[in-house]
């Protein structure tokens, strides 16, 4: 087996979220034959931005202080700062909240977002925010956009058009941008917004008025965007970062979960085999809780040998990262929400080029800066 492959399949291994004792045994196994090359592993993590998760998961499993000096000593301060940071951007979200809340708007979390209220303080480290991803009711948005202005948001470049989501909005106070959503992801009918409203449940969240998709739905949007619109599934992906938070939501809510619904969607979209393909990635490389439906068959299985062989080849794998980066923005759904094109046919190609062309001259002069920028983000 390739040096690559291995190391990955041991950085899953080390995230698995079921709680079988076999995940210490094999990883402390490993530790004490000296079998592990830190620097790939490292590597890895970093490109999959889980070097923070991998660090918390290690320490939850009393592992941390088996590591080699030097790795023990940057796990941890890599778990001190991500925990940090994680606190500051959460104290920005309850008062981001609590300023909808104040105008009379109840905000539905996605993401990270989400990830700050849901995680135990041990887990606040896991997830490297990048923004807030926050939904609000289409007939709020304005008012949303007003209140938050009010508060010192000024939004990011004016003349920018958007489709499912409001330009990035940044305070002086704060770190990262929020970003107002009025869709549950980049696309129009795969999961409706009426539906995700009408099924939103409550977040604990003491003295504030917070919600965020439904079980089911969690999984349905989780798996759109990693297979969907980053292409994971078309170019042998694994996507870990998004597979770890597919894996956490199976877990999380067992016994709460209507698989049939889930595969029906999929079906009905077409989606079937990405479905199956995501859900068998995410039971055996990280100890999901597997579905109380039959998803896995041998497509799957050589889905999944599939995207461990391609890690062997970094400039495969960056090519395929590139390609995402350049095809994610004409992606068929993304052309629907800003044309009504549908998601097939002539017209929908048409509107393809028309837009290729016009994103090709809006940024001729920094185009692969663009494409690469893309790419690195669906790591």
């Not at 107002?180 to 003295?207: S, T």
């Not at 490389?285 to 041998?298: E, K, N």
């Not at 004409?330 to 393809?352: A, E, I, K, P």
Request: aromatic share 8%; with cysteine.
């Amino acid at each position: 087996m390739n040096s690559t492959t291995k190391t990955f399949q041991l950085l899953a291994h080390a995230l698995r979220v079921d709680s079988d004792g076999d995940s210490n045994d094999e990883f402390a196994a490993a530790i004490e034959s000296g079998d592990v090359d830190w620097d790939c592993l490292v590597k890895l993590a970093d490109e999959e931005r889980m070097t923070a998760a991998l660090a918390a998961a290690l320490s939850r499993r009393g592992l941390l202080k088996s590591l080699p000096k030097a790795v023990q000593g940057a796990f941890r301060r890599r778990m001190f700062m991500a925990t940090e940071v994680n606190a500051r951007i959460k104290r920005q979200a309850e008062q981001a909240v609590g300023i909808l809340n104040d105008a009379g708007i109840t905000p539905m979390l996605l993401k990270g977002s989400l990830h700050l209220f849901e995680a135990d303080a041990d887990e606040l480290c896991e997830r490297r925010m990048a923004d807030l991803d926050v939904i609000v009711p289409v007939d709020k948005l304005n008012d949303s956009i007003q209140a938050l202005r009010d508060a010192g948001y000024i939004p990011d470049k004016e003349d920018e058009g958007w489709t499912y989501q409001y330009r990035p909005m940044y305070h002086p106070d704060h770190i990262i941008g929020l970003e107002l959503h009025i869709r549950p992801g980049e696309q129009r009918n795969f999961l409706g917004v009426e539906e995700a409203w009408q099924k939103a449940v409550p977040v604990d969240a003491p003295g504030l008025k917070i919600v965020a998709l439904e079980p089911g739905h969690r999984i349905a949007h989780n798996i759109f965007h990693s297979e969907v619109q980053d292409r994971g599934y078309t170019l042998g992906l694994v996507c870990l970062r998004q597979l770890y938070d597919l894996a956490k939501i199976c877990t999380r809510f067992e016994g709460k979960i209507d698989w049939q619904e889930i595969l029906d969607r999929m079906e009905r979209n077409n989606m079937g085999p990405l479905f199956r393909a995501r859900m068998h990635l995410a039971v055996k490389l990280l100890g999901a809780t597997p579905p109380t439906i039959a998803v896995s068959d041998a497509r799957s299985s050589r889905y999944l040998k599939r995207c461990l062989a391609q890690l062997r080849w970094e400039h495969l794998m960056n090519g395929a990262r590139w390609f995402a980066g350049m095809f994610g923005p004409v992606n068929r759904y993304h052309l629907d929400l800003l044309y009504s094109c549908g998601t097939s046919g002539l017209n929908m190609h048409m509107h393809r080029a028309k837009h290729i062309w016009k994103i090709f001259w809006r940024h001729r002069d920094h185009l692969g800066d663009r494409i690469s920028m893309h790419g690195r983000n669906l790591q």
